[in-house]
C-alpha cells in the first residue's frame, strides 16, 4: 500500500512443539509519512487450540485500530 505498512515484530520466543509452531507476532499498521505511534496499547490476545486444522490465525482489534490511525495520520 502507499499509505501504510505493516510492521510484524516476535512479541516472544516461538514455541515449537512436537505437532505445533506459535508464533507470538504483534501486527501493528503505520503511515508511511508519519510513523507515529498510535495513542493506545495492545493488550494480550490469545487464542484457543484448534486440534486438526493445519494452520489458525488471529487479529485482535488492535490491529485494525493501528490500520484506521495509520490512514487517519496519512
Avoid: W
Avoid at 499509505?3 to 503505520?30: C, H, M, Q, R
Avoid at 484448534?50 to 490465525?57: C, E, H
Amino acid at each position: 500500500d502507499q499509505v501504510l505498512s505493516l510492521d510484524l515484530p516476535l512479541t516472544s520466543e516461538p514455541v515449537i512443539e512436537a505437532s505445533s509452531l506459535n508464533l507470538g507476532l504483534k501486527g501493528e499498521f503505520y503511515s508511511i509519512k508519519t510513523h507515529k505511534e498510535p495513542p493506545f496499547e495492545s493488550q494480550p490476545f490469545t487464542m484457543p487450540e484448534q486440534p486438526g486444522y493445519m494452520l489458525s490465525v488471529g487479529m485482535s482489534d488492535f490491529t485494525l485500530n493501528t490500520a484506521s490511525y495509520g490512514y487517519y495520520s496519512a
